[in-house]
Each structure stands twice: as C-alpha cells, then as structure tokens.
C-alpha cells in the first residue's frame, strides 16, 4: 500500500491528482466549519452536546459528516442526500422496467440514469433540510432558541436562507464529488465519506484520552481503564486486519469456454473464473439495518421532556437503545436479511447461466440452464451468509465492548471502519491500475 502511493507521487500526472484530491478534502472541511447564518451558536452548542451520543439518526448523521450536522454548518446534511437517492434508484431499477432499460443502454443509460440520481439527491436534501430547519427553530437551551428570528416576515427570510443553504452546501458537495470522479483519486462520495469519519479521529483520541488521565487521577474506582484503553487500540486494530482480509476474499466458479470455428479461426477452449467477493454488499446491510433500529431511538429523543420515564413505552424505548439486548438481537438478524436481499438486487443467477450458455461457457459438472443457475445461486447463497456473519461481527463488537465496559461514546461504530478500510483499499487499486496503464509497454519490447 504505501509502496504504491510513493510509487504515485512520483508519477507527475497521478501526483496533480493527488494534489486535487487533498484540495478538494480542504474545501469540504473548510465548509464543514462555517455555520449557516441567523443561528445563535450558544445555544445550539448546549443542544447539540447529546446528539452525537445519542444513538438516534441525528448521531448517525453527525458521523457521516464529520460533526458538521450538530454544528449546523454550510455541509451539514453532507453526502447521504446521494446516498440515499443512489440507494432508492437502485431499488426502483430493479422494480421499474423503464430504468431497468435505461441501466442497460450502455454509457447514455448510465448518464441518464446519472442524472435523475442528482436531481432526486437534490430533493431528498430539500426535504432533510426542511426537516432539520424545524428541529433547529422548536429547540432552545436555557431559554434561548437556537434560531434568531422565528416570527414575522423575518421569520420567513430566515427559514428560505438556512434551508436554502443547507441544501445549496448539499448540491455543492454532491458538485465537488463528481469533481474528483473526474480530476482526482478514487470515488468522490467514498473519499469525502472517508475524510467526514477520519476527522472524529481526534476526537477518539481525546475520549481516550480523558479515560487514561481518569485512571490516572483515581487509580481505585477508573484503574480498569489502564487496562481497557490499550485494548480497545488492540481490537481496533484487529477488527481493521479482519476487514481487509475479509474485503480481498472471494470464492472464484471455474468456468469452461469450448472451442468453436469462426471463419479459418479457432476461438475459445480457454478457462477462467467468476469471482464472488465475501463483502459483495459492502457496508449497505449495515446501512439498512441502523436505518430502521434507530428509529424508536430518535422517536424518544424527538419527544424531549415528554419521553416516558416508567411503564411499558420506557422498557419498550431502553430496549431499543443502541446496548439494549433487543437492538442486538434485532441487528444481527436484520445485516443477515438484508445482505441476502442487497444480493439478489445485485446478482441474477438466471441471467449469468444465459450469458455462460450464450458464449459457450459451462460450469465444469454442471449442465447448462437451469442446473447452472440453481448451482450459482447456492455458492451466492453460501457466500453471502459468510459475508453477513462478517457484517454482523464487525457492527457487533463496538456495541458489546461499549455495553459491557461502559465507554460507549467512542463513536466508533461497524459503518465507519468499512467505509474507512474499504475506501483505502479500493483508493489504492485504483492507484496501482493507472501506474500500471502509465508503466505498460505493450507487445513492442
């Protein structure tokens, strides 16, 4: 890895892009800091406090911005607009005929489809924005409201900006994203995904930080920590190694071209191989699953001073808690389903064993049609139970170790260390094919 990136500094070409990628990085980050107008900070810090602990969507959504969302800043809503409008589109790909055309046009398709991806991400953003505005207008802390002016026609021109503006810090992420697609390294989503979770690193640092100097100070009641910091690094650690060996893993179907004449010409008779990662659904299970879990969590911290302290709703609110023993359970459960049906809308064993029957290709064993289909849906089936178990281990450990030690507002989470492994090591392939087009001599030497 770090061989690749010296040998990429020092190709001139890869170097600029590299350059851009950072400076593209330093915008978002910039942007990250600078609050929307008309908000009385004060305030909106003392709200603010509990949201990154909370467990709730707010605390979600503060991650994948790098703290941005409780600071209320120009990015606040950061790039899950894209996100979740990537993630919609897919699904109605698969259920609409009209965009399952339109995948399949090649390059044109893929623009247009492009398109209504932005377009859909703008509206989502609109919508959150809208939603957060509000939010922000009905919360106070000491008796001072978060936004100035509330009431009146000052009331409405301060709604149009601060909407207006998270939505226009939206689009102009999304802008700068697509930017680095084109003149930098690697996927802009992943990389500015990837500079949002990188930035709460001090802030781990520093919880750590203040557990050891807790140790330090009170030796009798905090003495555990000496113990449990070192190995939470150590875990840290390990979690990492398993993700990347699990993210490189794969299970390969042989497969079999048979010879055939084409004109004076022998084609085919070659062998190859269909490769199947473990992680062939990414970080989405997880995704999905935080999505629907956290709801009653942020339900509960919507409800302010009118929560339920007693009775069934607080058992029903404590259970759903992010180290309640329902959430686990729920958890683990919901990665597994949703890794299987993040597979199916990603692979169409039917149509693999016509594309294999179409070029001549059979599975060694196995009869063309529908036998071949039932035997890639089996493997699928098998690896895709493997890579949930991965999925779910991965979610799980930070959730046990936080419920079991009590040092649960690390905010680190099972999303943020696969989107940080997977995003470097997809960067740094990406890496070493552009030295690899730029080093190739071709068939002259």
């Known amino acids: ?114 398109a209504i991806t932005r377009y859909v991400a703008v509206g989502l953003a609109l919508m959150q924005a809208i939603f957060y505005y509000f939010y922000l207008r009905n919360s106070a802390y000491e008796g001072s409201y978060i936004v100035k002016y509330r009431d009146g026609w000052q009331g409405v021109f301060t709604a149009f900006v601060i909407i207006f503006t998270f939505t226009a810090g939206a689009a102009l992420l999304m802008w700068l994203a697509e930017q680095i697609n084109q003149h930098g390294v690697g996927n802009g989503i992943s990389i500015i995904l990837f500079a949002s979770i990188v930035s709460r690193m001090p802030h781990i640092i520093n919880t750590l ?14 003495g555990k920590y000496y113990f449990l910091v070192p190995f939470f690094v150590v875990l840290f650690l ?8 699990m993210y490189d893993s794969e299970r390969r179907i042989p497969v079999q071209y048979a010879k055939r004449v084409v004109g004076r010409r022998l084609y085919g008779g070659q062998s190859t191989h269909i490769p199947i990662k473990v992680g062939l659904s990414g970080v989405m299970p997880i995704i999905f699953a935080s999505s629907i879990l956290i709801i009653p969590s942020t339900i509960q911290f919507l409800m302010g001073k009118n929560a339920p302290t007693e009775g069934f709703w607080k058992s029903f609110f404590d259970a759903f808690s992010t180290t309640g023993w329902l959430y686990s359970i729920l958890y683990f459960f919901l990665i597994i389903a949703f890794a299987y049906f993040y597979m199916t809308i990603q692979y169409n064993p039917i149509e693999m064993a016509n594309n294999l029957r179409q070029s001549n290709g059979t599975i060694p064993g196995i009869r063309p049609g529908k036998p071949t ?36 507002n690390l905010s680190v989470g099972g999303t943020s260390l696969i989107i940080l492994v997977g995003v470097a090591l997809e960067t740094v392939k990406q890496m070493e094919s552009q030295l690899m087009m730029r080093h190739y001599k071709g068939f002259l030497d």
């Open 1 to 114: 890895m770090f061989k690749t990136i010296k040998n990429a500094w020092a190709t001139p070409d890869l170097r600029r892009k590299m350059f851009f990628t950072l400076f593209i990085i330093i915008i978002f980050r910039l942007g990250s800091a600078i609050p929307v107008p008309f908000l009385n900070t004060v305030a909106l810090k003392g709200v603010m406090t509990q949201v990154s602990q909370s467990g709730t969507a707010f605390s979600y959504l503060d991650m994948l911005s790098g703290g941005a969302f409780a600071q209320a800043t120009l990015f606040a809503m950061s790039v899950t607009p894209y996100i979740n409008s990537s993630i919609v589109i897919e699904l109605l790909t698969v259920a609409i005929p009209a965009l399952e055309r339109m995948a399949k046009e090649g390059e044109e398709g893929r623009k247009r489809l492009g």
């Open 209 to 222: 930080g203040n557990f050891w100097q807790a140790a330090n100070q009170d030796p009798s009641s905090y």
């Open 238 to 245: 390990v979690m990492m190694w398993i993700i990347v060996f």
């Open 373 to 408: 289909s039932d035997y890639i849906m089996k493997v699928l089936s098998k690896v895709t139970f493997i890579g949930s178990l991965f999925l779910a281990f991965i979610s799980l450990v930070p959730i046990i170790f936080g419920a079991s030690t009590g040092m649960s």
